[in-house]
């Protein structure tokens, strides 16, 4: 009876083993995806960090370039303005400097709508990104919005590289 006892206890005891043993087990697959999904998002922070990095060094140098815009064209706006002063006081062709002066407001209005369009575009695309953003983990919507950004850093170096080609034109030097 004792041997019958001691054979029931110890097939119990081995069942709660194995019943610890599977968790355990469990355990130790579930700590292994954490850890995966931790060095991944690891990873992905590091990653981020370079590429925040790089953001900022495409800005202070983007903020160089139109600083140096801004430099290149203050001589030529002061001679133009000059000029308009000149022509202003000695009062030749009022007809004609109003006309001018017409068409170059004109021309400004359209490039303001144009502007006001693309802001538009812009916020709108804005918004539904962010929108998009609220849906994803911290990690994914960071990496997003650095997109984001980039993207944006691209087109306005598109932009800045139009307008000094603009300018050079308007200026007279050839591209």
């Known amino acids: 009876m004792r041997v019958a006892t001691d054979q029931r206890h110890f097939a119990e005891l081995a069942q709660h ?3 610890r043993d599977r968790q355990i087990m469990a355990r130790g697959r579930e700590l292994m995806e954490v850890q995966s999904v931790v060095k991944d998002a690891l990873t992905a922070a590091k990653s981020a960090e370079a590429t925040l990095s790089e953001c900022k060094q495409r800005q202070a140098a983007l903020s ?3 600083q140096s815009l801004e ?3 203050q001589p030529y706006y002061k001679q133009w303005e000059d000029q308009q002063q000149q022509q202003h006081h000695e009062g030749r062709g009022v007809g004609q400097q ?4 017409y068409d170059n407001v004109m021309a400004l209005l359209e490039e303001v709508q144009g502007l006001e369009e693309k802001v538009g ?3 709108r695309q804005h918004n ?3 929108t998009e953003l609220l849906g994803l983990s911290e ?3 960071t990496m997003r919005m650095v997109d984001g950004q980039l993207l944006a850093l691209q087109c306005c170096s598109t932009l800045a590289t139009a307008l000094e080609q603009e300018l050079d ?3 007279g030097k050839e591209a």
């Open 71 to 73: 430099d290149k064209v």
């Open 139 to 141: 990690v994914e919507g």
């Open 169 to 171: 034109q308007l200026l």
């Open 98 to 101: 109003r006309a001018i002066a």
């Open 128 to 130: 539904r990104a962010r």
């Open 64 to 66: 160089d370039y139109l």
């Open 121 to 123: 575009r812009a916020v």
């Open 17 to 19: 083993v194995v019943a």
